[in-house]
């Protein structure tokens, strides 16, 4: 991945004039940019962008235009994307809304389910209870199985909430069955910013094991959903995509069939480098001899990941000054709302000037509150559209 053109020190502090602060800037290149090496390293892989890394609209129409699909996890997020294919209808083939569409949360309420019923939804699940409430309020899905499948060292882990034993595997598929439901395949998520390669190495050997067992018993499983978890290089010791995608396709090709779609569902690879925050100083003080800047952004807004995604925040300055280890917090009168205790920054920044923060696009500004009222950042895209 390349730093985006915008996000020089002086485009910065122009944008941050025109708009003011804090400022959330998305450039549009650099997500088309990820999309388009996702594609190039894994071809044969449908990426279906999971949205709930950072819902914004523009986001899914700049990524809709490149040809992605989307994983959901909500009605609202459902709709989100159903209407750039509704006008597919008339004409559309059976299954155009699975084309476009996973809704890869595997607990639905009754009242999401009858609601997502007339699309004929491509829906995962993970256990029993599921498949009952499945049947009775949106029997036209389609089925995708969630595995439980290792996510050790990733950033956030997932497995402990999500997916069946695979030694469970068999009877859910045959209960699906039992119900009406048809199982389309497979699908696991190694745990968000995975860099642990053998997670997806372990992962595809599960799947394809049970894959196989299931069509040996007659179940005509044609999906493998290799879910989220590619990396961002937020620091240098990360592996870059680029030597863990050949990794990931090697073993697709050793273990499924040519003709059955593989299919991921990446968030925070298509967009955590494609933003940076700008914000301002607000006050100033020595605590126990530390500086403590703080800004006007924080931990119930921009900074939100800090707490939800586990991810360490980084700042710049925008000019150089004696270094020392500070603080900078957030402008809420909550104590939590500390961003970070461990900023090398300069310590005679004054109030009124900024800091910006990098790679900072995905689940942050997506799970970001008003807490205190606090509006939180403005949105800017640039970008937008291609010749701009
Ligand atoms: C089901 C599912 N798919 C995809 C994602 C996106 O994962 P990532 O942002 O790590 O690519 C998540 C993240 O929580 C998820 O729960």
């Known amino acids: 991945m390349t730093p985006s053109p915008v ?10 004039a025109a708009h003011g602060t804090p400022l959330f800037i998305l450039d549009h290149e650099v997500i088309r940019r990820n999309y388009r090496l996702f594609r190039e390293h894994l071809p044969r892989v449908q990426c279906y962008y999971a949205v709930k890394a950072n819902s914004s609209q523009p986001i899914i129409e700049t990524l809709f235009a490149e040809g992605a699909s989307f994983d959901v996890a909500s009605y609202n997020e459902f709709m989100q994307v159903y209407r750039y294919i509704k006008h597919y209808e008339p004409t559309a083939k059976k299954h155009y809304v699975w084309d476009k569409i996973i809704f890869s949360n595997t607990i639905k309420d009754a009242q999401t389910l009858r609601k997502i019923k007339p ?13 009952k409430k499945i049947a009775r309020h949106c029997s036209t899905a389609g089925l995708v199985l969630r595995l439980k499948v290792p996510d050790t060292s990733s950033q956030v882990e997932l497995s402990s909430k999500f997916g069946a034993e695979p030694a469970d595997a068999l009877e859910l598929i045959r209960l699906a069955g039992e119900a009406g439901l048809g199982v389309e395949g497979l699908s696991f998520h190694v745990g ?4 642990n390669a053998d997670n997806y190495v372990e992962a595809l050997a599960v799947t394809a094991e049970i ?3 299931a069509r040996n018993r007659g179940y005509p499983l044609n999906i493998v959903d290799i879910g989220g978890g590619f990396p961002v290089p937020y620091t240098p010791e990360v592996t870059p995509f680029e030597r863990l995608a050949p990794v990931i396709s090697g073993e697709i090709e050793r273990l499924f069939p040519a003709d059955i779609e593989i299919l991921a569902e990446p968030g925070r690879f298509m967009v955590a480098t494609a933003a940076v925050v700008v914000s301002e100083i607000i006050g100033k003080a020595r605590r126990d001899g530390k500086v403590f800047y703080h800004i006007n952004d924080g931990v119930y807004h921009s900074y939100s990941g800090v707490v939800f995604d586990h991810w360490l925040p980084n700042f710049s300055a925008f000019r150089d000054g004696p270094r020392e280890i500070c603080a900078v917090v957030g402008p809420t009168c909550d104590s939590f709302d500390k961003i970070t205790l461990s900023a090398d920054l300069p310590a005679d920044l004054e109030i009124g000037e900024l800091l910006y923060t990098e790679n900072i696009g995905a689940y942050s500004i997506a799970s970001a509150t008003r807490f205190n009222g606090f509006e939180g950042a403005k949105i800017v895209h640039v970008n937008r559209h291609k010749d701009e």
Do not use: G, I, M, R
């Open 7 to 16: 996000f020089d020190k002086e485009k910065l502090t122009a944008l941050a």
């Open 119 to 131: 699309y004929k939804p491509l829906v995962t699940y993970d256990n029993a209870d599921e498949v």
């Open 192 to 195: 968000s910013q995975c860099v």
């Open 211 to 213: 894959f196989n067992a």
